[in-house]
């Protein structure tokens, strides 16, 4: 039997600290909902947005698979592996922290802000050697279609991780719908709405809601305006 859970975006965690505004939808920092701690392997989803010139000083991660995904302006990233980099909007960037590293993220403008997503996984492995990795997305292949940006497999489109988990990104038009199965018997699929709005098996999704599907195989998505969405399947359990 299919199991549904609503995560509106007003009922996220909110932390203003001038530089950064950060809505959180599980549990984090100083925002603890003992209701949103996880889904699945997804333990952190945060939707930032960095002040020009502002950012995250150097901060030490271990075991947790760390993705980003900008959505408006750059970011400059960074780490304790060597890299010094730029990631801009249509990019995504994923670190494996494993053993441990140390990274900085700023936005390096001084004339817009930058907005991001931020997301974690628990990893299926300890203790991995670290890794980094960020490509440019083809965004012609999110149109009306599920834009595969993130696998286990290296081979395959986008970013990998050491999880057993598929990431979308979508752009679709009103109207349209498509079904997107599971890859993996067992996970479950988490959608953030990004702009738009969506239609999930009659639940309505909005700008910035978002719902968590598990026990099914297969949803459909359909767009009732112009939307752009991000679709996670992750193992809902290790």
Do not use: C
């Not at 199965?181 to 239609?199: D, Q, W």
């Not at 639940?203 to 305006?225: F, H, P, Q, Y």
């Amino acid at each position: 039997m299919m199991k549904t859970i609503l995560h509106k975006a007003n009922e996220r965690g909110h932390a203003n600290h001038g530089w950064l505004n950060a809505y959180h939808s599980f549990s984090f920092a100083s925002w603890y909902n003992p209701e949103k701690i996880q889904f699945g392997m997804l333990r952190v989803l945060n939707d930032d947005t960095i002040a020009a010139g502002m950012g995250f000083g150097t901060h030490p991660h271990d075991n947790m698979e760390i993705i980003t995904i900008p959505l408006e302006g750059d970011l400059a990233h960074k780490d304790s592996m060597g890299n010094g980099t730029i990631i801009k909007s249509g990019d995504i960037q994923v670190m494996s922290a494993g053993t441990g590293i140390q990274h900085s993220e700023f936005n390096p403008n001084h004339d817009q802000h930058t907005k991001l997503f931020q997301i974690w996984l628990f990893p299926k492995f300890r203790n991995v050697e670290p890794r980094y990795q960020q490509i440019t997305l083809d965004q012609s292949l999110q149109k009306n279609d599920f834009a595969q940006i993130l696998s286990p497999n290296p081979d395959d489109a986008g970013v990998w991780i050491h999880q057993d988990a598929w990431f979308y990104l979508s752009d679709f038009d009103a109207d349209f719908s498509k079904k997107l199965s599971l890859k993996k018997e067992g996970n479950g699929f988490y959608i953030m709405n990004i702009e738009g709005e969506i239609e999930i098996n009659g639940e309505k999704l909005e700008r910035r809601d978002a719902a968590g599907i598990w026990e099914t195989n297969e949803i459909e998505i359909k767009a009732n305006s112009s939307s752009k969405f991000l679709v996670m399947e992750v193992p809902m359990e290790q």
